[in-house]
Every structure is written in C-alpha cells, then in structure tokens.
C-alpha cells in the first residue's frame, strides 16, 4: 500500500485519566507508549523493507488542556450549573435565547457561539483563558476549549534526508 492510517489511541487514552490511575506521570506514560510505537513502526519497515523510502506523517485530530486539581477557577460553576443543557469541563452549551441575549458575566468569561451564526445545532459557552465549568479534583487532560494547546494542530513530517560531508 502507498498510504497506511494509524490511529494511535493510547495517548489519548493516558491524557484523560489521572496520573493516579496510571501510576507515573502523563509524561512519563506517553513516553513509554511513543517509544513502543517507534519501535513497532520501525519493525514494521524492515519486514516491509521500505526503511530508505518510508515517509511518516504525525498528526493529531484535535489538542487538549491540563486540568490541574485545585486551580483558581474564575467562572462561577453553579451559576453556570443552572443554565447549561449539558456541561462539560470546557464547554457547555446553552439555551438559544441565552446565547442571543448573554448577560454582560456571560460576555466577560465566555466566547459566545450561538447556533444560528455557527450553523450548530446547539449553542454554546466556551470559557475564555483557563476557567472551567466543572471543577475536578484530579490532574487531566479535557477537550471542548478555545486555548492553543486545543485550537493548533500539530503535524510533524517524518523523512529520510541525506547528508553530504564536505
């Protein structure tokens, strides 16, 4: 085959639990689970015998934020408790005349999505910087956010270059 996909899950896996359910640190877990895929796809190129030709592509679908325990949270989660339809850690979403009328509270600590403008089927609140709507008193990883670390896609290309010494 010219082109194989690989869904790589157990990182994604890792990153939703608490480093106490997995008995190291988030690091230290991905890095055993890299170093396992490392050596299975360079396996895998030399049965293959595409060691000289194989270009590898990495990407992920989506990024995460670090929840960390105990964190100064600016959002009033049980007001937002009240109003939301369903809730996340970093999103929920709300009713639609909420979303067309939001209160100034709204205006200050949430991006405002609301389902007619974004062709959604619901609207939504996304807290702006680190707030979350759901307190947690682990260390995980969520997803749902505006931050960088969720809206940037990695993408990193993997390819045999040689090099002249001169």
Excluded: W
């Amino acid at each position: 085959a010219d082109l194989i996909l690989l869904n790589y899950r157990p990182v994604d896996d890792v990153l939703h639990k608490d480093e106490s359910q997995i008995g190291t640190t988030h690091t230290g877990q991905i890095h055993n689970h890299l170093e396992a895929m490392v050596e299975a796809v360079s396996q895998f190129a030399r049965r293959a015998r595409v060691e000289q030709d194989l270009v590898i592509a990495i990407s992920s679908d989506h990024g995460s934020t670090k929840m960390l325990s105990g964190a100064e949270n600016l959002l009033d989660d049980k007001f937002y408790a009240k109003q939301a339809k369903d809730r996340h850690h970093r999103y929920i979403s709300v009713p639609e005349a909420r979303a067309e009328s939001p209160t100034s509270y709204d205006q200050e600590h949430c991006y405002i999505l609301p389902a007619k403008a974004f062709g959604t089927r619901e609207s939504y609140f996304v807290p702006r910087g680190y707030g979350v709507f759901i307190r947690t008193a682990e260390s995980i990883y969520v997803h749902g956010g505006l931050t960088p670390e969720e809206t940037i896609v990695p993408f990193l290309r993997l390819i045999k270059t040689e090099i002249k010494v001169l």
